[in-house]
């Protein structure tokens, strides 16, 4: 027998919803072909078969909610039958259940822990791991100071927390529920189950309302120097790179450079303390079918704009087709969302948390401006940054979209770091 068990998901995600199984109890399976989906709070991924055989009674269902590590199913190795693996899995599912109601805590660290006094204050890295985790921080005995809970007392209980499956029906604090619709009106209503992927989007976004004092400052920029110097190279870009020369690079570039000058939209808070980041991964917003994705270009600073376009053109491409990783999708510093592909012509974009500033691209209109005292025709692109203003001020606010312009319009300060 081999066990299938929930692989490690990545930082802070702890449990998955059953998608869908692609085999039923008897089906023959190869060794690391697709089993089961699994959707997370991120990503969907595929768990692989760990050994060919003969797939047996199926422990997690679709639809039911599990940690990592849980048992999902056997592998009877061989060509076996599928009443014998059926009936095995009975009872090694009973312990894999078992260890649900245990405390979270180590028990080795139980006897010797102490209780921390009433008000002691948590480490930041603690509250960070309880909200990420849903484990109380409050219940674990620490192993510190007059009994203080410790960061490696928290990692402990959340992985013995996370040994045994969690239960499906877990009750739902801020679940918004509506008033029923009329009898006619109901009989046309389609009620779809939200994905855990759209669930946490919509928790993470009001959660940003409800924590940042968010605010957003709009500027516009003139693009007829980007586009003119987009048109003149990108055959030329594209024949040397393998990839088309889209705005994306020349944004991301304009960005960094403004990051270094204002690195208060390059920080986040953690507790009373204001973490400055000095290296800069962009997260860039990407649309799926299942919702909204942010991959991170990491050390943007670093990249050529060539490098930048790559890097985003397959994020892209894997993210609608649900491959990316979810390392790939953690620890951006500030993200860019474009809502002009779509005909977006101008909008207030929401925060990325634990980011303090995203800015929002829009759509390239022909407007009537003023240069030099006359009134030309040419290619605008309105620009909007979404702030936390516990972070930031509004003349650095202001500032970072002013450079962002100024890179913008005049191209050559992205090649002369100015």
Request: with cysteine; glycine share 8%.
């Amino acid at each position: 027998m081999t066990e299938i068990r929930v692989p490690t998901l990545g930082e802070s995600v702890t449990e998955a919803t059953i998608g869908r199984w692609f085999k039923k109890p008897g089906e023959a399976v190869a060794v690391d072909e697709p089993l089961v989906e699994l959707e997370t709070d991120k990503v969907t991924i595929e768990v692989p078969a760990p050994s060919a055989g003969t797939l047996g009674e199926i422990v997690a269902k679709d639809g039911e909610t599990v940690a990592v590590g849980a048992l999902l199913g056997q592998i009877t190795d061989g060509a076996a039958s599928a009443k014998p693996a059926a009936a095995a899995p009975a009872k090694p599912a009973a312990p894999a259940a078992a260890p649900a109601p245990a405390a979270p805590a180590a028990p080795a660290a139980a006897p010797a822990a102490k209780a921390p006094p009433s008000d002691a204050p948590l480490a930041p890295s603690v509250r960070r791991l309880s909200a990420e985790s849903g484990v109380d921080a409050s219940t674990v005995p620490g192993s510190g100071k007059d009994g203080r809970v410790t960061k490696g007392d928290m990692l402990a209980a959340i992985e013995k927390a996370a040994s045994a499956p969690t239960p499906v029906n877990q009750p739902a604090a801020a679940v918004q529920v509506r008033a029923p619709s009329p009898a006619d009106d109901a009989a046309r209503e389609e009620r779809v189950k939200m994905t855990r992927l759209r669930q946490t989007i919509a928790r993470r976004l009001k959660e940003v309302q409800n924590t940042a004092a968010m605010l957003t400052t709009f500027n516009e920029v003139d693009m007829t120097n980007v586009m003119a110097l987009r048109a003149q190279y990108k055959d030329v870009f594209e024949k040397k790179h393998g990839a088309k020369l889209g705005f994306m690079g020349f944004f991301t570039k304009a960005c960094v450079q403004a990051l270094k000058d204002i690195p208060a939209v390059n920080a986040e808070i953690d507790g009373t303390d204001l973490i400055y980041k000095n290296y800069y991964h962009v997260g860039v917003a990407v649309g799926t079918d299942k919702g909204l994705v942010v991959p991170v270009v990491r050390d943007c600073d670093a990249k050529s704009i060539a490098d930048i376009e790559k890097s985003i053109v397959d994020y892209g491409k894997r993210a609608r087709d649900g491959q990316l990783k979810i390392e790939e999708m953690q620890g951006g510093t500030f993200t860019i969302t474009n809502g002009g592909i779509y005909g977006s012509l101008m909008s207030t974009p929401i925060l990325n948390a634990p980011q303090s500033g995203i800015l929002g691209m829009h759509k390239i209109q022909e407007r009537p401006v003023v240069v030099g005292g006359k009134i030309e025709v040419r290619p605008m692109m309105y620009l909007a940054l979404s702030y936390d203003h516990r972070v930031i001020d509004g003349k650095e606010a202001v500032t970072f979209l002013v450079r962002v312009k100024e890179s913008l319009e005049d191209p050559a300060r992205l090649v002369l770091d100015l």
